[in-house]
């Protein structure tokens, strides 16, 4: 692997809250065009990885490079241009509840990167599009299902032509009939090359999809491998248990 292959470096990034560490000495790197998957137990860590490698949790240690550049947090400038090329998915949609679904899309065209508002609009339109919502530009937020207001947000993420995508359980605050339709995208974004890190629950999707996951449990990042590594037939990987656990109360849930 070249050094040009890869887009995403991070080395050592910790953070605690009071005396409790939440994020020990994370490190790996990330090759164009790959989807990584953070799997593990609730308060694994997975959500502050995200949040400390995009410094809206400023982490206590640790570096980012994007692209080859060491990311210099200190300088609002630099943090600025950098959050723009690294795009963030929340649980939670994120949404203004006062702007249609167009102008969720559109309002970082038009306030960060000072598009006229034609060429904007246009963008935004082919993001929706994009993620199926072409129909639905003119809804607010309240008018939209979960899964349409996530797909909004992913929309809005993509209009700004991430280098990396930072997904964090994105299906989490969804119905399960929801779902489905933004694992659909998430997929077609795989398949199209957007480079993801994503925390989630939904193993048997992202093992069909994933070039590795990131086990993390107490902070740690424990095991990371290809999925046929971790969750191999005859493997005694933590990250199997686990996983064969969640299939096993998914299973109970069904009954």
């Given at each position: ?38 799997v593990?137990?609730?308060g694994?860590?997975k ?72 060429a ?57 009939e ?17 480079t ?6 939904q ?18 990042i ?34």
């Amino acid at each position: 692997m070249n050094d040009s292959d890869i887009i995403l470096k991070v080395e050592g990034l910790s953070k605690a809250f009071g005396n409790k560490p939440v994020l020990q000495d994370a490190t790996f790197t990330q090759r164009r065009g790959t989807l990584k998957v953070l799997v593990g137990p609730s308060g694994g860590g997975k959500s502050t990885l995200l949040q400390c490698i995009n410094y809206l949790i400023p982490p206590d240690q640790g570096r980012v490079w994007l692209d080859g550049r060491q990311i210099n947090p200190k300088s609002r400038r630099e943090l600025s241009a950098y959050r723009q090329e690294v795009g963030m998915i929340f649980q939670d949609f994120n949404l203004f509840d006062h702007l249609n679904a167009l102008e969720n899309v559109r309002i970082a065209l038009l306030k960060v990167k000072g598009m006229a508002k034609a060429a904007a609009t246009e963008r935004a339109m082919a993001e929706l599009a994009r993620v199926g919502l072409a129909g639905k530009a003119d809804l607010y937020p309240a008018q939209l299902s979960g899964g349409q207001k996530q797909r909004v947000s992913i929309a809005r993420a993509l209009a700004m032509d991430p280098k990396v995508l930072l997904l964090d359980e994105p299906t989490s605050a969804l119905d399960p009939e929801l779902i489905g339709e933004v694992l659909t995208v998430i997929k077609d974004l795989a398949q199209a090359g957007i480079t993801m890190i994503m925390a989630t629950h939904q193993i048997s999707f992202s093992a069909s999809l994933a070039d590795e996951f990131l086990f993390m449990e107490k902070g740690r990042i424990v095991e990371h491998g290809s999925p046929a590594e971790l969750l191999g037939k005859d493997c005694c990987s933590r990250t199997q248990a686990f996983c064969a656990k969640l299939s096993e109360l998914a299973g109970d849930a069904g009954q």
